[in-house]
């Protein structure tokens, strides 16, 4: 769900995301009681950069360190936290180092609750059923527990429910499949376009596609060819013909 990285601890507290991977060093001290701030900070900034690049709609964010057993020590060397397990916002672990001969390294459960307005279904739709712009809303839900939630209605739409969607439901990326547009033996309209030209012709389907596969087609002059599916019984060419003795026939 997120991009690991490691937030460093420098002068006047200031933290800094980087890649796991970068070599990185820190001298500023740290008090025992500033390490939980710390990861709360690294754990906030963790998310928010998650929200940002999942496209989240008005996101808010509150996060909660869990207080473990273990008393805390101070840091004369510099503390880096690194996130452990950043799977789902409602249970992460982050790590705490202290860096240097003699440090320390604290483990700590990381509750975040995080919301937005996401996609959910503003009717009951039978499994199948293709998914029209009427049919989702933007609503604003928890999203601490799903890791697929789906921001921009547009995705949704033209996809269809694996199984039935009820009303209110919270859209997810692993309920919804493509539906098949193009099925095997049927006809299909093969649509060229070259800049303002657009030539169509009529042809048989070799293949089932959902709408950007790539199927087999037999135009009307007898000729395979390997196009893309652009929507119900339609599609474009993506290649020359296939000759008739070649294996993908």
Known sequence: ?????IVTVSAGLMLFCIPL???FS?????????????VEAAARKHIERWADAAGLSEPQVA???VP???PLAACGQGVTVQGADTRLPSRMRFLAICNGAGGWRYEFIV????????????SELAAGKVL???DVLLERHDISNIADSISDPADAVGMSGKRTLRAGEILRKGLLSAPTVVKRGEPVRIVARREQIEVSMAGEALDAGARGDTVRVRNANGMVIRARVTGA???EPVSAPVTANSPSE
């Open 111 to 122: 509750r975040a609750q995080v919301s937005a307005r996401i996609a959910v279904m503003a």
């Open 63 to 65: 996060v909660t360190v």
């Open 1 to 5: 769900m997120f991009n690991k990285c």
């Open 26 to 38: 820190a001298t500023a001290p740290v008090a025992a009681e500033q390490v939980p701030g710390l």
């Open 68 to 70: 473990g057993t273990r």
């Open 21 to 23: 991977s970068a070599v």
């Open 233 to 235: 019984a339609t599609v």
């Open 132 to 134: 029209a712009d009427e």
